[in-house]
């Protein structure tokens, strides 16, 4: 017996959260595609999230972004995981809440860190002081993830598949979300 989605899954979180690992393991599991906003930006820019950010700024980014998220949120359900700025604006989080069911993938400082100190990719961590620069990106942004319709808890030692099976978890007791079928 399959569930079924009624609405897109939007996975919210910091970077290193999982939202990339688990969005797969889900999509799979649920017989869903699996969309990243940033990969689309820059499938459609030509250009990498890095270099969108040091060419055009990134206020030219999360322009980018919020037409994105819109446009997957019109298609049929999904799991979407998306840039982990993007749930910050109101205007994603209406189109979100609209269209989708957001879950926040909730990491601590210690696992964001360990999961993304070696990544060149992040161009918000391009400081003196990543470790220092992602403490305060979490600190500003986990009250706005907190609005998220659900959070679930992330850890050091949960697989990829236990996460997915924590999120399915999630899904199946937010009333109307999953037909079983």
Request: charged fraction near 30%; hydrophobic fraction near 45%; proline fraction near 4%.
């Amino acid at each position: 017996m399959k569930a079924r989605l009624r609405k897109t899954v939007v996975l919210v979180g910091m970077m290193g959260a999982g939202k990339t690992a688990v969005g797969n393991a889900l999509a799979r599991a649920l017989s869903l595609p699996f969309l990243d906003s940033d990969e689309e930006i820059e499938r459609a820019a030509n250009r990498s999230v890095a270099e969108i950010f040091a060419r055009d700024g990134e206020s030219f980014f999360r322009d980018k972004e919020s037409q994105v998220i819109r446009r997957l949120l019109t298609g049929k359900p999904c799991v979407l995981s998306t840039g982990g700025g993007a749930f910050l604006a109101e205007t994603n989080r209406k189109a979100i809440a609209e269209k989708g069911v957001s879950v926040w993938l909730k990491a601590d400082l210690e696992l964001l860190w360990q999961r993304v100190r070696h990544k060149p990719s992040r161009p918000l961590l391009r400081t003196p002081d990543p470790k220092g620069t992602l403490a305060a990106l979490l600190e500003a942004r986990a009250p706005i993830y907190a609005l998220a319709d659900m959070t679930v808890e992330a850890r050091a030692e949960y697989s990829i598949d236990e996460m997915t099976a924590r999120v399915i978890d999630a899904l199946a007791a937010h009333p109307g979300l999953l037909d079983k079928g």
